[in-house]
DNA sequence: CCGCATCCTTTAAGATACTG
DNA sequence: CAGTATCTTAAAGGATGCGG
């Protein structure tokens, strides 16, 4: 239980209680489906696209390569394009995107932790 | 930088990177769109229909009643029917869904400190 | 009147094929 | 290899209705 947050912390810094604000629009990025996945994955170091198209189980390149796109708009995902033949893109994070990386990754831990407890009580 | 979790890990707890461990769906409802703000807003204390619906701007009726049911299904929130006229739904999370609750909001908390410099970023 | 359910439209996701 | 373009399919969203 806690308190609702003070007006001058609704002004300075985002609500993504607020339908206007940015803040709700990089949080749909960051939960996102495929983006929570890339994150976990991008944690253990740079990945190279298809090598994230194989730890990522089920993502589509159409997905995969939009996915990486916000991200790298909203400057969590840096992306490095060798030219050579043939291509070769290495996708890191950001220090911004480590931190965002290290919250999605310790909510998946927990789902992970609690799946068990959360599919038994569904009878 | 993390490494790879073991096989026994994997088994153990459920996989969100394997498409086909329930702890995806599970994953993909706590990280939906209106179910993390949804969460937040519970934070606070139990909250009836009405309530939620305007303190998660621009939520429809029957997104918050669907994304409700999917959280009382995997046993984040509990119902609670008061047969009177008006009707009266109360909804609150369960120790569980405290627990899940805690983790989105921590991630927003996070996303709002830094929507900041994430706009500034893009240019 | 509130809390949904149902219908219908719009948008996002997924499969497939193809190019630099 | 690393994508993009195109088409099909599923999900999200909005308007309306109805039972309690």
Redesign the pocket.
């Known amino acids: 239980m806690t308190q609702p947050p003070s007006l001058s912390d609704r002004l300075r810094r985002g609500d993504v209680l607020a339908a206007a604000c940015p803040s709700r629009e990089v949080l749909r990025h960051v939960t996102?489906?495929?983006a929570v996945l890339i994150l976990i994955v991008l944690e253990e170091g740079t990945q190279?696209?298809?090598?994230l198209r194989r730890r990522v189980d089920?993502?589509?390149?159409?997905?995969l390569?939009?996915t990486?796109?916000h991200l790298e708009h909203d400057g969590l995902v840096a992306?490095v394009?060798h030219a050579v033949v043939?291509?070769?893109?290495d996708?890191t994070l950001t220090p911004l995107g480590e931190e965002a990386a290290a919250h999605v990754r310790r909510l998946a831990d927990w789902v992970e932790a609690n799946v068990p407890q959360i599919v038994a009580a569904r009878g």
Not at 48 to 51: K, P, T, W
Not at 58 to 63: H, I
Not at 86 to 89: D, L, Y
């Open positions: 996102g489906r495929w190279r696209f298809s090598a089920g993502v589509s390149e159409r997905m390569a939009q990486l796109k992306r394009s043939p291509p070769h893109v996708y």
